[in-house]
């Protein structure tokens, strides 16, 4: 099993930035893929940043952050960043993040999020 814990989240005014953490429970390195999401209210969840480690790597941000927002990992802590930049009031959203590994056997994880409140 792999536990996500995510932090950092609070109110900020457009224009500020806030960094989110995601401990992980084991070695980010030997994840197959992670991953940041957020949901606003009333929406889907949708993809923020996601990395896949094995099948060659691929790495991809949604087009609303990029320029924006930048993923960091400190493997020595297990720890995912999502340091955000030039917030916006559409970024208000509960931030998640996700693991996933594929041995043993295909499993997806989550956290149960941090919530981002921008005020314009």
């Known amino acids: 099993q792999v536990q996500l814990v995510e932090s950092g989240g609070g109110l900020v005014q457009a224009g500020g930035s806030l960094r989110l953490s995601c401990n992980v429970s084991g070695s980010i390195f030997s994840m197959y893929a992670m991953g940041w999401y957020r949901q606003a209210p009333g929406k889907q969840r949708e993809l923020v940043w996601f990395s896949i480690s094995g099948d060659g790597g691929r790495t991809t941000y949604a087009d609303a952050v990029k320029d924006r927002f930048t993923v960091s990992i400190d493997n020595a802590k297990n720890t995912l960043f999502l340091q955000m930049n030039s917030l916006k009031p559409e970024d208000t959203a509960v931030y998640y993040c996700?693991?996933?590994?594929?041995?043993?056997?295909?499993?997806?994880?989550w956290g149960h999020g941090t919530q981002v409140t921008v005020s314009s």
């Open positions: 996700r693991a996933v590994i594929t041995s043993p056997e295909f499993k997806d994880f």
